[in-house]
């Protein structure tokens, strides 16, 4: 039975790039725009439009936190992103706690 791995994507802190994925975007962005195949594109028509909704995510809000020193240093020697991954840790913990399947 294969293992399932689940992962979250940060969309604040991507990862890398690969080299492939670089000259993949290289050449598409080479493309002229006549050579782009549409066709199997739908045309967004005004009905489309009508039924649209603006997606709305989730927001942050800024606070004072008080964080022990020794936990900021090491999200900060992670580099830039600090913050998004602090919030990712903080999310973890609480869609842990909210599981249906929770130990109480």
Same mark, same amino acid.
Do not use: C, H
């Given at each position: ?6 992962? &979250?994507?940060?969309? !604040?802190?991507?990862?890398? *790039? ?14 002229? %725009? ?5 066709? %199997? =594109?739908?045309?967004? #028509? @005004?009905?489309?439009?009508?039924? @649209? %909704? /603006?997606?709305?995510? #989730?927001?942050t %809000? /800024?606070?004072? +936190?008080r =964080?022990?020193?020794?936990? *900021?240093?090491?999200?900060?020697? !992670? !580099?830039? !992103?600090?913050? &998004?991954? =602090?919030?990712?840790? +903080? ?5 842990? =706690? /909210?599981?249906? #399947?929770?130990?109480?």
């Amino acid at each position: 039975m294969g293992k399932t791995i689940r992962t &979250t994507l940060d969309l !604040g802190d991507p990862p890398p *790039l690969t080299e492939a994925e670089r000259d993949t975007l290289r050449r598409v962005d080479a493309m002229p %725009e006549e050579a782009i195949d549409y066709s %199997e =594109i739908p045309e967004l #028509d @005004a009905a489309f439009w009508a039924r @649209a %909704e /603006q997606a709305r995510p #989730d927001r942050t %809000e /800024q606070v004072t +936190l008080r =964080i022990k020193k020794s936990v *900021l240093d090491a999200f900060k020697a !992670g !580099g830039r !992103g600090y913050q &998004t991954r =602090i919030n990712a840790v +903080l999310e973890s913990y609480v869609r842990a =706690i /909210q599981s249906p #399947d929770r130990e109480r």
